[in-house]
């Protein structure tokens, strides 16, 4: 049985192995070397992020199974759908910055 749950400071490291393991799997052949770099560096990597996290500033929730991590929730580059469905407009195309690629958007409140 699976639960999900906002993981502790000590899980942190735990859970951006397994970001990291799952970007490599799925989205890093999509990328640039660039662009698997930047990644590594702004979220693996990235001491001011990891503290973040640990302090809560932001948030991890995963899912455990039997008490393993085997899974957390982000969203992929993909994820446009999401928000478009929610109400953002795309500003312009897709676009890539130091090898990440994004699609600027606002959400205008009606």
């Given at each position: 049985?699976?639960?999900?749950?906002?993981?502790?400071?000590n899980?942190v490291?735990?859970?951006?192995?397994?970001?990291?393991?799952?970007?490599?799997?799925?989205?890093?052949?999509?990328?640039?070397?660039?662009g698997?770099?930047?990644?590594?560096?702004?979220?693996?990597?990235?001491?001011?992020?990891?503290?973040?996290?640990?302090?809560?500033?932001?948030?991890?929730?995963?899912?455990?199974?039997?008490?393993?991590?085997?899974?957390?929730?982000?969203m992929?580059?993909?994820g446009?759908?999401?928000?478009?469905?929610?109400?953002?407009?795309p500003?312009?195309?897709?676009?890539?910055?130091d090898?990440?690629?994004?699609?600027?958007?606002?959400?205008?409140?009606?």
């Amino acid at each position: 049985m699976y639960s999900i749950r906002k993981i502790s400071r000590n899980e942190v490291n735990e859970a951006l192995a397994l970001a990291l393991e799952v970007f490599m799997q799925f989205e890093a052949p999509d990328y640039s070397p660039e662009g698997v770099t930047t990644f590594k560096r702004d979220i693996v990597e990235n001491e001011e992020f990891i503290n973040s996290c640990r302090q809560g500033i932001c948030p991890i929730y995963a899912a455990f199974d039997g008490g393993k991590m085997v899974g957390i929730m982000g969203m992929r580059a993909n994820g446009k759908g999401f928000y478009l469905r929610i109400g953002f407009i795309p500003l312009s195309e897709e676009q890539e910055t130091d090898g990440i690629r994004f699609t600027p958007m606002k959400y205008v409140v009606r």
